[in-house]
């Protein structure tokens, strides 16, 4: 069925360095990629995303990579700052027939440490 | 534009009761889909409405359902609740061609 993992779970950095959360997808028919970003009793908001038809994305400090051969894709932070500290989720979707149904990896909590 | 409300916040039930849960999507948005959030398992789709047709549904019981009216508001309903189905239920609206999904503030429910 489809299936999204994440890696790491947990991520701890030092304020400055960079951290990199990874995620594999199943289903070869996803072509949409978001990531959200969920802060402690919020909701979670989209940060970056990205299109099987890039390879790569870049906005600001934040950027997405995309190897539709492996079905990898990965988020990159850098310049870490303490308030990048929250809980990270990739997902994968397929907007074919327009259904917007994503399938998310399990999370990944940061903590950018001062 | 508001964002996507959901309504009530948090709720505490007793198993075998049920529950409704309401989200109003953002002003425009035709598709809401419903998410249960849980410690360990992240998000899990439970279905998607567009125009008052469930157009997708994921692997959750029957116990789970909704439904969707003319405004596009949605509402979700548990039957005979369970200890564990308790969790945050998110819902997230899309505006029609655009694949970025925004999300609600989320229900809390705890089952008791």
């Known amino acids: 069925g489809e299936n999204v993992e994440q890696h790491p779970s947990t991520l701890s950095v030092q304020e400055g360095d960079s951290a990199v959360i990874k995620c594999t997808y199943s289903?070869?028919?996803?072509?949409?990629f978001p990531w959200y970003k969920q802060e402690l009793g919020k909701r979670p908001q989209l940060i970056i995303d990205?299109?099987?038809?890039?390879g790569e994305k870049k906005d600001q400090r934040i950027a997405v990579t995309l190897n539709k051969t492996a079905k990898h894709f990965s988020l990159h932070i850098t310049e870490t700052q303490p308030e990048d500290s929250a809980v990270y989720f990739c997902a994968a979707s397929s907007d074919h027939a327009g259904t917007y149904k994503y399938i998310f990896g399990t999370g990944t909590r940061l903590k950018v440490l001062a | 534009k508001a964002g996507v409300t959901q309504t009530p916040r948090y709720l505490i039930k007793t198993r075998g009761q049920q529950v409704t849960l309401s989200c109003s999507p953002i002003?425009?948005?035709?598709?809401v889909s419903w998410y249960q959030q849980t410690p360990g398992q992240g998000l899990q789709f439970l279905f998607e409405y567009f125009s008052e047709t469930q157009r997708n549904k994921g692997n959750f019981p029957g116990r789970f359902s909704g439904r969707q009216f003319s405004n596009s508001r949605s509402e979700m309903n548990v039957s005979t609740l369970e200890l564990g189905d308790s969790a945050l239920y998110l819902c997230a609206s899309n505006q029609d061609g655009n694949t970025e999904a925004f999300f609600g503030q989320g229900t809390r429910l705890t089952v008791v």
């Open positions: 289903d070869s028919a996803s072509n949409y």
């Open positions: 002003s425009g948005h035709r598709s």
């Open positions: 990205i299109r099987s038809n890039v």
